[in-house]
């Protein structure tokens, strides 16, 4: 078991700036791949932006890519989502989440543990 637990959203200005930060314990956050992804009202959840254990490789969805950074520092088990330029569209549930394979990330099913989310609210 990995206990996930996201802080940092909260209410920002269209082009203004957010950081993420999820905070991992239970079993060794290292060995997973990990994940933000998002779910707007009414909406589906969808991927957002991924990472393999090492912090070697990393994946965007189209729609944030040159604006978020993501981030791991396995010393500290957190992992981290930084957001510039934030638009209104940004609006959303963020979640972290932990996969074993860092290939399946891009599908909402790939992972295996969830965080209880944090929102993020972009004003226009």
């Known amino acids: 078991q990995v206990q996930l637990v996201e802080s940092g959203g909260g209410l920002v200005q269209a082009g203004g700036s957010l950081r993420l930060s999820c905070a991992a314990s239970g079993r060794t956050f290292s060995r997973y791949a990990m994940g933000w992804l998002r779910q707007a009202p009414g909406k589906e959840r969808e991927f957002v932006a991924s990472?393999?254990?090492?912090?070697?490789?990393?994946k965007y969805a189209d729609s944030v890519k040159g604006r978020f950074t993501i981030s791991r520092d396995n010393a500290k088990n957190t992992l981290y989502l930084q957001m510039n330029s934030l638009k209104p569209e940004d609006t959303a549930v963020y979640y972290c989440?932990?996969?074993?394979?860092?290939?399946?990330?891009?599908?909402?099913?790939?992972?295996?543990?969830w965080g209880q989310g944090t929102q993020v609210t972009v004003s226009s």
């Open positions: 989440a932990a996969a074993d394979s860092f290939g399946a990330t891009m599908t909402i099913a790939g992972y295996d543990y």
């Open positions: 990472i393999s254990w090492s912090g070697s490789s990393t």
